[in-house]
C-alpha cells in the first residue's frame, strides 16, 4: 500500500471534527514555516497535504461548510502555483502568513473544537 493511500485510510478513520484540526494545524505550520526562507518546500508540502484533507473532508461537510472549505482550497491552490513569487516578496508572503492564521481560526471554530 502506497505511503498517501496509508495517510488517507488513517486520516478518514478520525472523526469529522478532528479532520478539521489536522487541517487547521496544517494552516498554523504554513504561518511559521512561512518566516524562514529555509522552510520554502516545507510549505509547499504542506499545502499539499492540506489540499488532500480538504479533499477527503468536504464529502461529509454541510453546503454552508463546504463553501468555506471550498474557498479555503483555491487560497492554498493560488498559493500552491505562485509560491516562487510570494515567497520573493516579503509583504506578499507576510500576507499570505496572515490569511493561513486567519484560516485557521475559522477551521478551529467549524470544528467546534474551540
Not at 59 to 87: C, F, I, M, P
Request: charged share 30%; glycine share 4%.
Amino acid at each position: 500500500m502506497k505511503n498517501d493511500e496509508m495517510i488517507k485510510e488513517r486520516f478518514l478513520r478520525e472523526p469529522w471534527t478532528a479532520r478539521l484540526g489536522h487541517l487547521a494545524v496544517n494552516l498554523g505550520r504554513i504561518d511559521s514555516y512561512s518566516d524562514v526562507d529555509a522552510h520554502k518546500n516545507s510549505v509547499i508540502h504542506v499545502i499539499e497535504e492540506s489540499l488532500c484533507f480538504i479533499e477527503w473532508t468536504m464529502r461529509e461537510a454541510g453546503a454552508e461548510k463546504a463553501v468555506s472549505l471550498t474557498a479555503l482550497q483555491k487560497q492554498l491552490n493560488y498559493w500552491k502555483l505562485h509560491l516562487d513569487d510570494l515567497w520573493k516578496d516579503s509583504n506578499r508572503r507576510q500576507a499570505m502568513r496572515k490569511e493561513a492564521r486567519e484560516s485557521s481560526e475559522q477551521i478551529l471554530q467549524m470544528s467546534g473544537l474551540l
